[in-house]
């Protein structure tokens, strides 16, 4: 018919079909097929907007206008940030193109009219264009309210609290339906879990509500999509990345966002959002629901693998069960029942110490402890502790989850099964070391009593419980060591001889000065104290600080001396209660007593050999001695002065200077003045943050002055 136009549109949705679907119109009527043949030789097509076209038009249907310099200056902020990680996005990203569509598009991100736009609309009900604008308005005024931080609008910045956006974004599942739960459990209500982290994390996740922008571009990418559903890493960074979020913020949530989101589910690379939950949701119900009982049982059986041992030390696993240790006098480490747990106390005495007090004083059966200084405790921090069991419920969980899988009463893909398995080996790597960080206080006697001292949080995977406080208590960086596998005659002399052995013009009885190691608590404790004491008083014969003994000391008769070092090691027990050190005009009585000349008048094995008594008394033949040199000058005070050294060589001071000086004397005192000349510059907070308070928790104290 001349002068006619026939108009044949074709809807991209059922809803701008009045509600009916297309393809079940045609399957009724059956004229598509007819039609279709006919006006493909006649019929000129007319696409109302094209693809190209689409970030121009959403930015001049929304907004009267935009400063294109504005426009070119953030797309090329956009840009910057791309190129600073660009391994992390797809290289279209890259592309001058893109870059072209960022300008046109602005205030709008292309990343967000991308997923509205074209990935939405694969889904039949989907109204194109309408729809997108109508979204895209209401998100746009919901920024102009809430003047949200934003260089441009991406995914990100969808605000799902607001109803209008929300119910439109979450209609797209379709027919399915079902995610206003999902949206009020992992990302809006401040009580979601996406908010929770971006609480926990605290700083620019919170200020820029990061967990929560990146959980809001998964859902948007979880509907529609012709070939899948979900985005990918580099579609995630996208949408979330901007000038002030880079792209490590990002990354930090994504690798753990199965674990934190309940309904987000990983297929691949792919993550999206469905309405039922993780498995990981699955193993945190499982955890939930483990009894006090079994979770306890299980915590002792993985605490034989946290505690440890040491050499010299009886172990003592949870201890104080019944409120009662017993007395013994062999080096004992008492990794205390966890009920016995205490509390920090902001640098002050820790709260619960006193139960651990009574534990150490009083010995099983009633009384006061005998061997006190042979006792170490080491008790759970409350917090900590908490957190322990919390691991132990989870690594419980895994397992039952794998054992129903593997039963056939729960579902999971083989690629799921492969996952949880080794999530569960790390699980349980990490809960030892949560067992062995929990355990960070240790309580050793010292002359005020029982001292406690935090070990350092975290602990490594490598450490055990005994092994730390032992570590610890021997370190010499803390002032004098209280555990010492050796000790140097200079240092008992100097530190413990003037308690030990007060006076001087009296013998020191072996016997009782080493069972005296395992009761005054002032005393270091010794694991190998017979070796170590037999080692320092050997020393000091190097050192002539004394001489030993053998004799009674009731009587005051003695049958030999022993002043040279090689004489020592023929006598096989030196704690028998016959040896005794001597020194001083006490010594000089000795070697009246038993007509021995001095050292220096003697031949050089220190002996003399005199005849018979039945034989006539001739004077002795001495062999002359050889020339022994005088013992080196030792200084009680000295100053050492080096200038000028590079800060980067100042590590050279602890092998060549510190640690020579420790040798000497490990009581020496130190005054320390450090001038630095720097170019560039040191911050005061530097000096107060870092040094003096660094100093003062050692109990060193520090002062600096300009010069």
């Known amino acids: 018919m001349p002068g006619t136009c026939v108009l044949l549109s074709l809807p991209k949705s059922a809803a701008e079909f009045g509600g009916i679907d297309p393809q079940q119109l045609q399957r009724e009527l059956g004229v598509l097929d007819e039609l279709q043949a006919r006006a493909d030789r006649v019929v000129s097509k007319r696409t109302p907007v094209n693809d190209e076209e689409i970030y121009t038009l959403t930015s001049k249907r929304l907004f009267k206008k935009t400063d294109p310099e504005v426009a070119e200056r953030v797309a090329r902020m956009y840009r910057e940030t791309y190129e600073r990680t660009r391994g992390l996005y797809d290289q279209t990203v890259l592309s001058a193109e893109y870059l072209k569509q960022q300008v046109a598009a602005y205030p709008l991100h292309p990343e967000l009219i991308d997923v509205l736009y074209k990935k939405w609309s694969t889904a039949s009900d989907f109204p194109r264009t309408r729809a997108v604008l109508q979204l895209l308005a209401n998100v746009v005024a919901d ?63 919170e200020r820029y509500h990061i967990a929560r922008g990146i959980a809001t571009t998964v859902l948007m990418h979880s509907f529609g999509g012709a070939t899948r559903t979900g985005v990918l890493p580099q579609e995630l960074r996208l949408g979330t990345v901007a000038p002030n979020v880079g792209p490590e913020y990002v990354t930090e949530v994504i690798d753990n966002l199965e674990q934190s989101l309940w309904y987000v589910h990983r297929e691949g690379d792919l993550l999206r959002f469905q309405t039922k939950a993780n498995i990981y949701r699955i193993i945190a119900q499982s955890a939930e629901g483990q009894s006090v009982a079994v979770t306890e049982s299980r ?10 041992q040491a050499e010299g030390f009886r172990v003592l696993p949870w201890a104080g069960t019944d409120s009662n240790i017993a007395d013994d006098p062999q080096p004992s480490i008492a990794v205390l029942d966890p009920r016995h747990a205490i509390e920090e106390n902001g640098g002050s005495a820790p709260n619960g110490r006193e139960r651990i007090v009574q534990l150490w004083e009083r010995k099983s059966g009633g009384g006061l402890r005998q061997w006190r200084n042979s006792l170490v405790l080491v008790a759970a921090d409350s917090e900590l502790w908490s957190r322990a069991i919390e691991a132990t419920r989870e690594v419980m969980a895994y397992e039952t989850v794998l054992d129903n899988a593997a039963r056939g009463a729960l579902e999971l893909s083989q690629r799921e099964r492969q996952e949880l398995s080794s999530r569960l ?45 032992v570590k610890r208590l021997s370190a010499q960086d803390y002032g004098h060591p209280k555990i010492m596998d050796a000790m140097s005659a200079i240092y008992f002399n100097s530190k413990l001889a003037p ?77 028998d209660g016959s040896a005794s050190l001597v020194k001083g ?35 002795p033949v001495i062999q002359e001695p050889p020339v022994i040199p005088p013992p080196a000058r030792r200084l009680a005070r000295v100053r050492i002065r080096l200038d ?18 420790q040798e000497q004397d490990a009581g020496a005192e130190l005054s320390i003045a450090i001038e630095v000349a720097s170019g560039a510059g040191i911050s005061t907070e530097a000096l107060e943050k870092r040094i003096v308070e660094a100093f003062e928790q050692l109990g060193i104290d520090v002062a600096w002055e300009t010069m």
Not at 548 to 562: F, K, M, Q, W
Request: with cysteine; aromatic share 8%.
């Open 585 to 619: 005009e006490f010594l000089e009585l000795i070697r009246e007593q038993l007509s021995i000349d001095k050292p220096e008048a003697r031949t050089p094995g220190g002996v003399v050999v005199y005849p018979p008594l039945s034989e006539p008394t001739n004077p």
């Open 644 to 661: 000028r050294v590079p800060v980067a060589k100042t590590s050279n001071l602890q092998p060549y200077l510190f640690r020579v000086l």
């Open 299 to 308: 915590l002792r059986d993985e605490m034989q693998n946290a505690i440890g």
């Open 499 to 575: 308690r030990l052995w007060k006076d001087e013009s009296a013998p020191l009885d072996l016997e009782e000065t080493r069972g005296r190691f395992r009761q005054w608590t002032y005393l270091p404790i010794l694991p190998k104290r017979e070796e170590t004491l037999r080692a320092c008083i050997r020393d000091g014969l190097v050192n002539k600080l004394w001489a030993v003994v053998i004799g009674d000391n009731a009587t005051s008769t003695y049958r030999r001396l022993i002043e040279q070092p090689a004489e020592l090691d023929e006598v096989v027990d030196l704690f």
């Open 143 to 205: 920024q102009w309210v809430n003047r949200r931080e934003a260089y441009s609008i991406q995914s990100a910045h969808v605000n799902l609290e607001r109803e209008r956006i929300r119910t439109r974004i979450v209609s797209a599942a379709g027919a399915g339906g079902g995610y206003d739960a999902v949206v009020a459990a992992d990302i809006i209500g401040g009580d979601a879990h996406a908010d929770m982290i971006d609480q926990r994390r605290g700083g620019e996740y």
């Open 425 to 469: 080996k790390d699980k349980k790597d990490s809960l030892r070391t949560s067992l062995v960080t929990a355990y960070r206080w240790a309580f050793f006697p010292d002359e005020d009593g029982l001292t406690p001292v935090g070990l350092p949080v975290p602990a490594t995977a490598s450490e055990r419980i005994v092994e730390r406080v």
